[in-house]
Nanobody
Framework: QVQLVESGGGWMQTGDSLRLSCVAS????????MGWFRQAPGKAREFVAA????????NYIDSVKGRFTIARDNAKNTVSLQMNSLKPEDTAVYYC????????????????WGQGTQVTVSS
């Protein structure tokens, strides 16, 4: 069992940077791939980024490549999402999730979820 708690959301301006964090409970954290998803108002939840259990491999949705960076610290049971050059279309509730492969982009393939943190980017 893994419990996930996100933090770091806020109200930002276009072009700002923001770092989201997710802390996991449980000793199995380093065995899971970790992902970030987001859900904008009126839209389905979508994959944003994922990282392999060791942290050596990452996967991003095209719209955030070059702007967002996912990282993890297995010693601290944390995964982060550094978001640069924010755009209004990045506005969403951001969720971290634990799954079995960093290549997974479908939410159904992730086993554990946090409660989400709101990111709002104004133009």
């Amino acid at each position: 069992q893994v419990q996930l708690v996100e933090s770091g959301g806020g109200w930002m301006q276009t072009g700002d940077s923001l770092r989201l964090s997710c802390v996991a409970s449980g000793r199995a954290f380093s065995r899971f791939a970790m992902g970030w998803f987001r859900q904008a108002p009126g839209k389905a939840r979508e994959f944003v980024a994922a990282i392999s259990p060791s942290g050596g491999l990452t996967n991003y949705i095209d719209s955030v490549k070059g702007r967002f960076t996912i990282a993890r610290d297995n010693a601290k049971n944390t995964v982060s999402l550094q978001m640069n050059s924010l755009k209004p279309e990045d506005t969403a509730v951001y969720y971290c999730a634990a799954g079995r492969s960093y290549t997974y982009t479908k939410e159904a393939l992730y086993d554990y979820w946090g409660q989400g943190t709101q990111v709002t980017v104004s133009s």
